[in-house]
């Protein structure tokens, strides 16, 4: 029981790092009917931005010191008269760590909203319209543009990069059996289900939500009201950029920086077929049953089999459902 | 010059090739496969070699995308099953069935295999359709691929380290040589693109034409869509079964992650670039696909003269370049390669009266 409790929570924080990935994809579907199939090469780039504005530009030489490892001589004092493995302590180190974190946030950010418009500008909007087809291989094509340039760019060795958050060990009680997790990975849960609900709030409540859920309505009465098409499709982009650039980052600071980033974007894809394309509470509830099926496949049966469960999760669910979990049916005329 | 239609019996209407231009052109190009396997040197000969293997295989994704219009991005993994039943044929019969007939009985179980593997695959088009297809067969070719790496069949299949492959063997005669294989590859290349050829003639072929331009409307007129899209699929994964045989065959070893989706991609590309749906698509394709990479490969020994730096690079160019391949045709020419050839043979038909 114990084993299964941990398994299953190590599950749960996994699922909610693929619902954040999952919601930039199902954001890009409900405003441009466009699933995007190199999405999983958009959150490489965001873990290599993460590496580069994290690792590689304190590490240069023109970088101010305080970048690389930010020791003022009030946390020097205190961390001396500390011992080996105490909370306190872990907290101290990731703020040593701090500047360069923020750096390689907002850098990560930045520039991956920049990859998100510049491919939608480019590559999207001329197809607008065209076949599902044709929307369809131009994302499969730009699959291996997008990991042929990553390799053309970085091409030095995975390295260490810093976590989010502190990672301190925690371990309480819980049904009378011990579970034991990671500070940093509690707090990446969080923050991954922060910007999930932030983001399924802003596409209910505001202006720019509304004019989304317009558009994937109808595309041609959304434009008769006044909302400003073009403008929806690069702001959608732009989301699932950014929050593939936070997922990208996570993902980084857990498996590490490597171009086999891009292949995780496949299993999201197949647990968001699984959810549902246009339901953000299917995508939700497959994400997390995912991550759970995952955990407990790589207890039982080894780490391997772990990584072929969305497959034959999306295919069986699939099958009985066409349309997913909680997704809505196309209504086809002939 | 062909001005019209001008048949004046039903069979020559049937015909497969059904104008002298076109029975020219498969009978030259017949002649210079054979050209080409006396006079070619090694390294055309190597080229030609896996271009008649990636031939086979297009031609089998043209009849499920081009033809039925069913998205699909699994093909590798019929490849990959192609390849090894001829493996785990040769290493099982090796003591019962006398060498000279291995090969014989080889290719048809790899065929027969795969196109049964190609129905299984295929349920999912009964249900779904479009992006949900893709994933599904996306999905087959990881769980495929995934299989052959577990070691409860290494024993079989080599597991992760891949399996040393058999050389065909017809009737006693060592095909041990690339000139030799080529004859093989080359003979079954140009009878699977008749084949093809034929097969949208005939009322099969033009039922997945029905599908695909309208799958309700194929229904209502009395097309089976359970029967002819399980069809479709069995009879692609078969041609791609025969790509995976050869490809076994050609190399000295195979190893499973040959066969994951950067081969699915490549094949798709090919189509894309070539021209779906049309039986030269698949030709120009492949030629377009394999020699990108060797371009590339004398660009770079042009510039450099192949450092070891170099060397690194030249992966990701071609995988940009395999990706620029397919974006630009389908923003700028999405009908492929065939529609520029046709155009072009359309100027010369006209001219000098008129142009386009």
């Known amino acids: 029981m114990g084993q299964f409790l941990q398994f299953a929570l190590n599950g749960l924080m996994s699922g909610a790092i693929y619902a954040l990935i999952a919601v930039g994809l199902v954001s890009v579907f409900k405003a441009t009917r466009v699933v995007n199939f190199a999405h999983g090469y958009l959150i490489m780039f965001g873990a290599y931005f993460y590496f580069t504005f994290a690792v590689l530009v304190p590490q240069a030489a023109w970088a101010p010191e305080w970048l690389q490892s930010w020791r003022p001589d009030w946390m020097v004092e205190m961390r001396a008269d500390l011992p080996m493995f105490s909370p306190l302590a872990a907290v101290l180190d990731w703020m040593a760590n701090l500047p360069r974190i923020l750096l390689g946030l907002a850098g990560a950010l930045i520039c991956n909203a920049l990859l998100g418009m510049l491919i939608e500008r480019t590559l999207m909007r001329p197809l607008m319209g065209q076949s599902v087809f044709a929307m369809i291989m131009l994302t499969v094509g730009l699959i291996s543009i997008l990991s042929g340039t990553a390799q053309l760019i970085w091409t030095s060795d995975a390295a260490f990069v810093p976590a989010l958050a502190p990672n301190t060990p925690i371990r309480f009680e819980m049904f009378g059996a011990t579970i034991f997790l990671f500070g940093a990975d509690l707090a990446n849960m969080l923050i991954a289900l922060a910007i999930f609900a932030g983001i399924v709030a802003m596409v209910r409540y505001t202006r720019s939500g509304v004019a989304i859920r317009a558009t994937a309505e109808d595309q041609s009465t959304a434009y008769s009201m006044g909302i400003s098409v073009p403008r929806v499709f690069s702001r959608a982009w732009v989301l699932a950029s950014t929050t593939g650039a936070v997922a990208g980052a996570i993902l980084a600071t857990r498996n590490g920086v490597s171009p086999a980033l891009g292949l995780f974007g496949f299993s999201v894809l197949a647990i968001v077929l699984m959810g549902g394309l246009d339901s953000y509470l299917g995508v939700f509830i497959a994400a997390m049953a995912v991550g759970v099926l995952e955990a407990l496949t790589q207890w039982q049966l080894g780490g391997e089999w772990a990584g072929i469960v969305p497959y034959v999760a999306v295919l069986i669910v699939i099958l009985i459902r066409p349309h997913g979990l909680l997704g809505s049916k196309e209504i086809e005329r002939i | ?356």
């Not at chain 2, 043209?62 to 493996?87: C, Q, R």
């Not at chain 2, 299984?120 to 070719?141: C, E």
């Not at chain 2, 190893?255 to 894309?272: K, N, R, T, W, Y």
């Not at chain 2, 071609?318 to 043979?345: C, H, K, Y």
């Open chain 2, 1 to 356: 010059m062909i001005t019209g239609n001008l048949k004046a019996s039903y069979a020559a209407d049937e015909r497969v090739l059904d104008n002298r231009w076109k029975q020219g052109f498969v009978l030259a190009c017949a002649a210079g496969i054979a050209a080409l396997a006396g006079f070619g040197n090694d390294y055309v000969i190597l080229i030609a070699c896996q271009m008649g293997i990636m031939l086979i295989a297009v031609t089998g994704v043209n009849v499920v995308i081009g033809y039925t219009g069913l998205m699909s991005l699994g093909h590798a993994a019929f490849v990959a099953i192609g390849a090894y039943a001829v493996v785990i044929f040769h290493n099982a019969a090796a003591g019962t069935i006398p060498a000279p007939l291995l090969t014989l009985l080889a290719l048809p179980f790899a065929v027969t295999v795969a196109a049964l593997i190609g129905i299984v695959v295929g349920l999912p088009s009964l249900r779904v359709k479009g992006l949900y297809l893709a994933v599904a067969t996306l999905s087959a070719n990881f769980i495929v691929i995934f299989l052959i790496e577990q070691d409860a069949f290494a024993r079989w299949t080599g597991g992760m380290n891949g399996i040393n492959t058999p050389t065909a063997n017809l009737l006693g005669w060592d095909l041990d040589s690339r000139r030799e294989q080529f004859l093989l590859i080359a003979a079954l290349g140009f009878v699977s693109l008749l084949a093809a050829q034929n097969l949208f003639r005939t009322r099969v072929g033009r039922a997945f034409i029905a599908i695909r331009d309208r799958d309700y409307s194929a229904e209502i007129l009395g097309i089976s869509l359970y029967r002819y899209k399980l069809m479709s699929f069995a009879i692609s994964a078969a041609y791609c079964g025969l790509a995976g045989a050869l490809y076994a065959y050609f190399y000295a070893r195979i190893l499973p992650e040959q066969f994951g989706l950067d081969l699915s991609l490549m094949l798709v590309a090919a189509i894309i670039v070539g021209g779906m749906g049309r039986t030269m698509g698949a030709v120009f394709g492949v030629i377009v696909i394999v020699m990108v990479p060797e371009v590339i490969k004398v660009i770079f020994g042009g510039i450099a003269g192949g450092g070891a730096e170099l060397a690194q690079i030249r992966a990701p160019v071609q995988s940009i370049a395999f990706g620029a391949l397919i974006v630009l045709f389908l923003l700028f020419e999405p009908f492929g390669l065939t529609q520029i050839a046709d155009r072009a043979l359309r100027a010369l038909n006209r001219w000098p009266f008129a142009r386009g």
